[in-house]
């Protein structure tokens, strides 16, 4: 599907040492034909983004704020399957970098010891006519923050590969093995979809926890069930009503914890 005339993901870094959003960047790069594996990668963030429109702290030096550009040839449709693939992906990068072994909580964060790790977020930019002119794929990596390096607020939600391990891999060493295993995720999109199905499922957290839905206005209790074959979640209510839960409409989160 996504074919060898590509270069590959990261084949051209560009470094910054500091910007409002690598994602804001690229986008701008993307709108006047940078080309798909373009990475953009800064020291700091003054105005990182997650998703529904939450900032992400990017402390100066001390983690891997990143974002690749990428072309696909496939439909809109297949866009939302990225962010949970790209999660196996950082997964993976993280433990043949470091040995620990991240969770996942659904849909785009990975956590260590319940606490956020990395966030991914993933803006797809769809032409009038429908079809996807780009995708791009925002991660940002927390890995030599101590907790005094995070606000107040987010330290109790936050940490680090440095608060789980005596020297945390270079952010250098990091990108390259994230950039690896993103290569190898776009050259079997969409056709591993299995197996990367059962590597998602085999680290979320998410499922078997109380979860807190946000979205419509409202939160609701339920409890999550399981994690359904295009990555949306299967969450029971209190009232014995069953959801699946679609990435764009709600956030799902262990209550207390964000
Ligand atoms: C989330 O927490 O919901 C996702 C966070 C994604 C953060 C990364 S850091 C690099 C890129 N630039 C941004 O502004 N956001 C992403």
Redesign the pocket.
């Known amino acids: 599907m996504n074919t060898l005339k590509q270069q590959p993901i990261g084949f051209r870094v560009e470094h910054l040492d500091r910007v ?5 960047y690229l986008k701008t790069l993307a709108l006047s034909g940078a080309p798909h594996g373009l990475t953009v990668v ?1 020291d700091s ?1 003054t ?6 429109g ?1 900032s ?1 702290e ?1 402390a100066e030096g001390k ?1 891997l ?3 690749v550009l990428l072309r696909p040839e496939f439909p809109p449709s297949q866009a939302p399957l990225l962010t949970p693939w790209a999660a196996v992906a950082v997964c993976r990068a993280v433990e043949e970098s470091t040995g620990l072994s991240p969770n996942i909580k659904w849909i ?2 990975l956590l260590l010891d319940e606490k ?1 790790l990395c ?3 993933t803006e797809a930019d769809i032409a009038p006519d429908g079809s996807l002119r780009h995708i791009i794929l ?3 990596l927390n890995v030599s923050q101590r907790e005094e390096d995070f606000s107040p607020e987010v330290a109790s939600i936050a940490t680090s590969l440095a608060q789980h391990l005596e020297q945390p891999p270079s952010r250098e060493a990091l990108l390259t093995a994230v950039l690896t295993q993103l290569n190898h995720m776009w050259e079997t999109f969409p056709s591993a979809q299995g197996q990367y199905l059962e590597a998602y499922r085999a680290r979320c957290s998410t499922v078997g926890q109380e979860v807190l839905v946000t979205g419509g206005g409202k939160d609701r209790e339920g409890f999550a069930l399981g994690i359904n074959e295009n990555f949306s979640l299967r969450v029971r209510f209190g009232d014995g009503t069953c959801e699946n839960l679609d990435s764009g409409m709600v956030s799902a989160r262990r209550n207390g914890l964000t």
């Open positions: 409002d959003s690598t994602n804001n800064a963030q105005g990182g983004r997650g998703r529904f939450r992400f990017s983690g704020y990143f974002s785009n964060d956020k966030g991914i977020l925002g991660i940002g």
